[in-house]
């Protein structure tokens, strides 16, 4: 019945109309959050990772191997290769005790559609969807949006008019701040958007400039415990690495050049503290991560990296549960 029909002369004092069998709803949305919402919330990059959202690349990569630049991708990739090291990565996920929930299209995907990490951003209360900068992956965001949903994850933002955000461009510092990254693939009308909600909230945001030629801040930039960081150096904003260091990170710099390896290195995920999921086969920069003290686990993601990506930009982070 919509509001203001009175269909009788008894309809008021009724619980429909504010009457005496009216229960307000008394709980604010953050209590609802593992309730009347999924538990999904993530307000750290180390702590215990629980759940995460990918999409195992299929068909749709044969689209791209005509013309991968147009893809937004490095080279053709192997079809068979690539999903057999995608399926690998869930497996090392499942295997450390992380839930792993699938996007499962309704329609044929665009070829980086498994770079879910872009796709949206998860805060203490909910997820901020992107908005992706570029042409070929306009759209991506809603097959994203249906599945969230579908896993009762509150959407508390989808960015309008001009703006462009994609989720590896933001990291929480900690539990009432997040750093986001201004440049190619986030623009400085999203990062107003995104930081007015953060505020709505009770979160701050810190925005920090990338350098010219790089994708996103994940690149420069990984946590991997309650007090460790890892920057590319000269590469990392400088406002970056202070806004670590005020938060009483320590933060170290490995020995990384502008290669295969090094792009490979810096796209690893933190499981728990201490211990991480990185590409396989790095010689020069694993022992770097253990003389640090971290437990590293690995898995082989060559025919993957030549989309331009790599661990981090498949894993879309639902949840991570504080220690």
């Not at 990739?77 to 699938?102: C, N, S, T």
């Not at 070929?136 to 097959?143: F, I, L, P, T």
């Not at 509150?154 to 590896?168: D, H, K, N, Q, V």
Request: one cysteine or more; hydrophobic letters at 45%; aromatic letters at 6%.
């Amino acid at each position: 019945m919509a509001s203001g029909d009175t269909p009788d002369d008894n309809s008021f004092g009724k619980a429909a109309y504010g009457g005496e069998g009216w229960v307000g709803r008394a709980a604010r949305h953050e209590a609802e959050i593992g309730s009347l919402w999924a538990p999904f919330r993530v307000a750290s990059e180390h702590a215990p990772l629980r759940a995460v959202l990918m999409h195992p690349p299929g068909p749709e990569l044969a689209a791209a191997s005509g013309d991968p630049e147009k893809a937004l991708m490095l080279a053709p990739l192997d079809l068979p290769r690539a999903r057999a090291q995608h399926d690998a990565i869930r497996k090392a996920y499942e295997d450390q005790g992380v839930a792993v929930h699938l996007v499962a299209p309704e329609k044929e995907p665009s070829p980086n559609q498994m770079f879910c990490a872009d796709l949206f951003v998860m805060t203490p209360q909910g997820a901020i969807l992107a908005r992706p900068a570029g042409q070929a992956r306009a759209g991506e965001e809603r097959a994203v949006a249906r599945r969230l949903a579908d896993l009762g994850v509150p959407i508390l933002r989808s960015l309008t008019g001009g703006a462009t955000f994609e989720g590896a461009d933001l990291m929480w510092l900690d539990e009432r701040t997040a750093i986001i990254g201004c440049g190619h693939r986030t623009n400085r009308e999203a990062i107003g958007q995104i930081t007015a909600t953060l505020a709505e909230i009770g979160c701050e945001a810190i925005c920090v400039d990338m350098p010219f030629g790089t994708m996103h801040l994940m690149g420069m930039l990984r946590i991997a415990s309650p007090d460790l960081a890892f920057c590319w150096p000269r590469r990392t904003p400088h406002a970056a690495v202070m806004a670590l260091r005020e938060r009483g990170y320590r933060v170290a710099f490995p020995p990384l050049a502008d290669d295969a390896e090094s792009y490979r290195a810096m796209n690893f995920v933190t499981l728990s503290p201490g211990r991480i999921l990185l590409a396989a086969g790095l010689s020069r920069i694993q022992p770097f991560y253990e003389s640090h003290g971290l437990e590293v686990v690995t898995v082989e993601v060559g025919e993957l990296a030549k989309a331009a990506g790599n661990i981090g930009c498949l894993t879309g982070v639902l949840w991570r549960e504080p220690a």
